[in-house]
């Protein structure tokens, strides 16, 4: 054996053994970072010249409202990371425009009709799409949700957009087929090589279980303000977007 | 009518126009709102359930609402949750309404123009709101700058709202400017200068809503959501944003809606 395999064995049992101990946040930006919309997104975010126009569109979740008790959802934090903290002064991006047309009992079958208004109108940037709740609640048709989020990613590519799925995080209702769509989720990214921020496996590991940490729910489905913290904390970890000394992302440590 | 005539009735006009006389509390703005074709119609928009709205926000620092509430919402944020969620029934019939933002730090009359198609043009908006203080203009130009984004947003087919900037030492003259611009253009007006004069007597200027001199903090901006809600009128029920305590105000000073607690029939 030649001291050249030698070293390249050596190196790749320990970079087997450095993925073994990296956590859900590491494991899924470097599967972000393979995907040419990685370094698209990066490219555009890192272009303080041209403004961009980020959307969100989703259920309850991504809409925010009263489950915060009127603190911050995580698209109002992103909001403050993007046009404020990113960059190399603050406000190096305060021309971008966050748009948040998600909408409380939302599904991504329901969304589709009314696809024009909430996203079709827009000439988006990136679309974080985070549908699944809803869905494993009132379709329970698996395969359709997969068709379903299939056509809204296909949707956003035909605007020009970078997709961004989200599987949506743990909740406390011990629904059984609530881990079939967290993988529906990640199945269509995969498929779609498409950029994925995955909630669920980070409160996974959190929680140590498949049910949410009871402190960052309001309800059995809905996350509290701390939840909506987490959720941006994901966010920036998994797309490799963290300001330095970002206040934002500073708060209750994970 | 002679030069004399003419000299006499535009000085009375002067007159009528001085900053004692303007509204000045919440309930004689909402009342002066009330007068408007431009109220009407924004009550019409917002109890058509069925047709979302857009509204958009364009404004300077204050209005972008970064770093100096330390994390908490701004009044744009408040707003949405407001109308998205708790307006009137409290069931987010308004849920499909969808809030943009376009204001930047550092904004001002000037600069707008430049990027109008951005921050406006881009959009169906059907209500926008301007927070444009005045920092390099001489009154008279600001004031024309202001008109000017009033006829282009009526342009775009939008109501506009004019706000009266917080207090502060350096926009005094403007706030006369921003009332004086929405008579003459028969636009709605939130005028938060005379609100927090309202509930705190002096010039307004409470340093425990502010960040800096400039820059309301949390409470500021939930005092900012307090004025807007009041002075257009805007009917809810059981308010939790509104019911949000405010640091030196007696519970309900400023948390009770002026406006009527009972939904429409």
């Known amino acids: 054996m030649s001291m050249k395999t030698i070293i390249t064995a050596v190196c790749a049992a320990l970079a087997l053994c450095g993925a073994c101990r990296a956590d859900s946040l590491t494991d899924m930006n470097a599967r972000n970072a393979k995907l040419p919309d990685y370094k698209a997104l990066h490219n555009k975010i890192d272009n303080f010249s041209k403004p961009m126009m980020w959307l969100f569109v989703g259920d309850s979740i991504t809409h925010g409202c009263m489950h915060t008790h009127t603190e911050r959802n995580f698209v109002e934090h992103w909001m403050e990371i993007v046009k404020w903290e990113y960059g190399p002064k603050p406000g190096t991006r305060k021309d971008d425009i966050i748009v948040n047309t998600g909408v409380s009992g939302e599904t991504a079958t329901g969304f589709l009709p009314n696809a024009k208004w909430r996203l079709g109108q827009f000439k988006p940037d990136v679309v974080f799409i985070k549908f699944g709740i809803n869905d494993a609640n009132k379709v329970k048709d698996i395969e ?23 599987v949506p995080m743990l909740t406390t209702d011990n629904q059984a087929n609530r881990p079939d769509y967290a993988e529906a989720v990640r199945a269509v990214a995969d498929k779609e090589k498409c950029l994925l921020v995955d909630h669920a496996a980070h409160w996974k590991e959190a929680s140590g279980s498949d049910t949410a940490k009871a402190e960052w729910m309001n309800n059995t489905l809905h996350p509290n303000a701390l939840g909506h913290r987490i959720m941006v904390y994901t966010i920036a970890k998994e797309l490799g977007i963290e300001p330095k000394n970002s206040p934002t992302l500073k708060l209750p440590t994970p | 009518m002679g030069r004399r005539s003419h000299i006499v009735l535009s000085a009375l006009l002067s007159a009528a126009l001085c900053a004692g006389c303007w509204a000045k509390t919440a ?13 009407a119609a924004l009550h019409k928009k917002l109890d058509d359930y069925k047709k979302s709205m857009i509204w958009i926000f364009v404004g300077n620092s204050v209005t972008q609402g970064a770093m100096h509430t330390y994390g908490q919402r ?159 009128g805007i009917e809810l029920q059981g308010s939790r944003v509104l019911a949000l305590p405010i640091a030196g105000m007696e519970p309900g000073q400023a948390g009770k809606p002026h406006t009527s607690p009972s939904p429409k029939k």
């Not at chain 2, 309930?27 to 109220?39: A, G, Q, S, T």
């Not at chain 2, 007597?201 to 009041?230: C, F, Q, R, Y």
């Open chain 1, 144 to 166: 359709k949700f997969k068709k379903d989020l299939t056509s809204i990613v296909g949707m956003v590519r035909k605007a020009k957009a970078i997709p961004v799925l989200q």
């Open chain 2, 27 to 39: 309930d004689e703005i909402l009342l002066r709102n009330k007068k408007l074709p431009d109220y």
């Open chain 2, 74 to 232: 701004s009044y744009e944020e408040h707003m949405a949750e407001i109308i998205r969620w708790e307006y009137k029934r409290g069931v987010g019939d308004r849920m499909g309404d969808l809030f943009i933002n376009t204001a930047e730090s550092g904004e001002e009359t000037n600069r707008f123009f430049k990027k109008e198609e951005w921050q406006l043009g881009q959009f169906k908006a059907d209500i926008v709101f301007v927070y444009l203080g005045n920092k390099v203009n001489p009154e008279k130009k600001y004031q024309e700058h202001l008109a000017n984004i009033v006829e282009h947003i009526r342009k775009h087919g939008a109501i506009p709202v004019l706000e009266v900037p917080c207090p502060s030492p350096t926009q005094r003259k403007a706030c006369d400017s921003v009332r004086l611009v929405a008579d003459q253009q028969k636009c709605l007006l939130v005028d938060h200068q005379a609100y927090w004069q309202e509930l705190c007597g002096g010039n307004g200027d409470k340093p425990e809503w502010k960040s800096n001199v400039w820059h309301p903090n949390g409470t500021g901006h939930l005092v900012m959501a307090h004025a807007i809600v009041k002075e257009l």
